[in-house]
T-cell receptor
Framework: GIQVEQSPPDLILQEGANSTLRCNFSDSVNNLQWFHQNPWGQLINLFY???GTKQNGRLSATTVATERYSLLYISSSQTTDSGVYFCAVPENTGFQKLVFGTGTRLLVSP | NAGVTQTPKFRVLKTGQSMTLLCAQD?????MYWYRQDPGMGLRLIHYSVGEGTTAKGEVPDGYNVSRLKKQNFLLGLESAAPSQTSVYFC????FGMGNEQFFGPGTRLTVL
């Protein structure tokens, strides 16, 4: 099945810093989602981005499907950005289950 | 518009007890899913439904049953809980197929003693 790897696994930032999270996937995909799992465990949709670039406030995402990667940019980070960031892609076979990446754990300190 | 809601939020069971987790969505989505999230294992699909009255097995269906009697509701049942079912359970929904954008509920933290 498709493999989804994220880097870095852990990231510690000072409030106000910028960061880039990466998601690599091993096969062609029709779409990709980015999620934020906050410290309370809730999974929050950030982007649904099969290709191209999208922006939402301080966050933006770019997916280059032909090169099998996606990037999530966080600018001017805030303590509320802390948590785990997952990317997820559907498998191309079977019931096309959503395959989640390994996650990036982000801690933003004041 | 509440999105996807789950009840209860927390539950503690003894081994052998049964319970039902309820998921509801108000987005008129066709597909609904139950996942479990365990440390080091990520999210794994338990069962899913492609529409009212349908259910199908996912990756880890053993020990669970589901029902989708109404389009907006998806129930997950544990007939005889085991400690291995201690986990956080998430419900999700999407307009159409799994490849569509999935929206998740807040989760249910279940502990089986």
């Amino acid at each position: 099945g498709i493999q989804v790897e994220q880097s870095p696994p852990d990231l510690i930032l000072q409030e106000g810093a910028n960061s880039t999270l990466r998601c690599n996937f091993s096969d062609s995909v029709n779409n990709l989602q980015w999620f934020h799992q906050n410290p309370w465990g809730q999974l929050i949709n950030l982007f649904y981005i099969p290709s191209g670039t999208k922006q939402n406030g301080r966050l933006s995402a770019t997916t280059v499907a032909t090169e099998r990667y996606s990037l999530l940019y966080i600018s001017s980070s805030q303590t509320t950005d802390s948590g785990v960031y997952f990317c997820a892609v559907p498998e191309n076979t079977g019931f096309q289950k959503l395959v989640f990446g390994t996650g990036t754990r982000l801690l933003v300190s004041p | 518009n509440a999105g996807v809601t789950q009840t209860p939020k927390f539950r503690v069971l003894k081994t052998g007890q049964s319970m039902t987790l309820l998921c509801a969505q108000d987005m008129n989505h066709e597909y609904m899913y139950w996942y479990r999230q365990d440390p080091g294992m990520g999210l794994r699909l338990i069962h899913y439904s492609v529409g009212e009255g349908t259910t199908a097995k996912g990756e880890v269906p053993d020990g669970y049953n589901v029902s989708r009697l109404k389009k907006q509701n998806f129930l997950l049942g544990l007939e005889s809980a085991a400690p291995s079912q201690t986990s956080v359970y998430f419900c999700a929904s999407s307009l159409f197929g799994m490849g569509n954008e999935q929206f998740f509920g807040p989760g249910t933290r279940l502990t089986v003693l």
